[in-house]
């Protein structure tokens, strides 16, 4: 399969607890991004990567999540410190970015649960 | 913040039938697409459409775009039952994050 990968694809813990997860882009795609998707809404962007470089962040991303994309392959997303407000679907995706075309690739996302 | 706004919210339908379901934004763009995401799952990308276009066709999906409305328009003709998931619009501002609005849920009954 050489579609955008995510493990694990759920997680529950407790509140204070922290997590990481982590995304496999298309192995061809230097542009990579994590989105937040709560129940009934549409995935809010939270940050993006071009190869290793973190380009852009959004208001979203408290200080306790942090991401990182070492090699400028795979990313992982952290939360620390976990809350219940962060339960939600985060979801990675990777593009090529060609010319003005910025279609984006979704892997299967990753449910996470606070208790 | 979320750019887009689906309307209808929700949409029901039989097979056989055309859905349509119109997306609204609020600042310019390069381009919006359309996505699919069926129950729990990741986001599926339908078409893009990018900011001089006017119309694009895609299989059985038709999309239109009025820049000067800010709107855009899926029309899905000759619903089947796998047409059932939620449908989002995106705008792409500037070639970095894709803005979503809140979605329509299509429900194609047999």
């Known amino acids: 399969d050489t579609g955008v990968s995510q493990n694990p694809r759920h997680k529950i813990t407790k509140r204070g607890q922290n997590v990481t997860f982590r995304c496999d882009p298309i192995?061809?795609?230097?542009?990579l991004y994590w989105y937040r998707q709560t129940l009934g809404q549409g995935p809010e962007f939270l940050t993006y990567f071009q190869n290793e470089a973190q380009l852009e962040k959004s208001r979203l991303l408290s200080d306790r999540f942090s991401a990182e994309r070492p090699k400028g392959s795979f990313s992982t997303l952290e939360i620390q410190r976990t809350e219940q407000g962060d339960s939600a679907m985060y979801l990675c995706a990777s593009s090529p970015r060609v010319g003005s075309y910025n279609e984006q690739f979704f892997g299967p996302g990753t449910r996470l649960t606070v208790l | 913040s979320q750019q887009g706004e689906e309307d209808p919210q929700a949409l029901s339908i039989q097979e056989g039938e055309n859905a349509t379901m119109n997306c609204s934004y609020k600042t310019s763009i390069n381009n919006l697409q359309w996505y699919r995401q069926n129950s729990g799952r990741g986001l599926v990308h339908l078409i893009l459409?990018?900011?001089?276009?006017r119309e694009k066709h895609s299989g059985r999906l038709r999309v239109t775009l009025d820049t000067s409305k800010k709107s855009s328009s899926l029309l899905i003709t000759a619903s089947r039952a796998a047409d059932t998931a939620s449908y989002f619009c995106a705008t792409d501002q500037a070639g970095t994050a894709l803005i979503f609005g809140k979605g329509t849920t299509l429900s194609v009954s047999s």
């Open positions: 192995s061809e795609h230097n542009r």
């Open positions: 459409i990018r900011s001089n276009e």
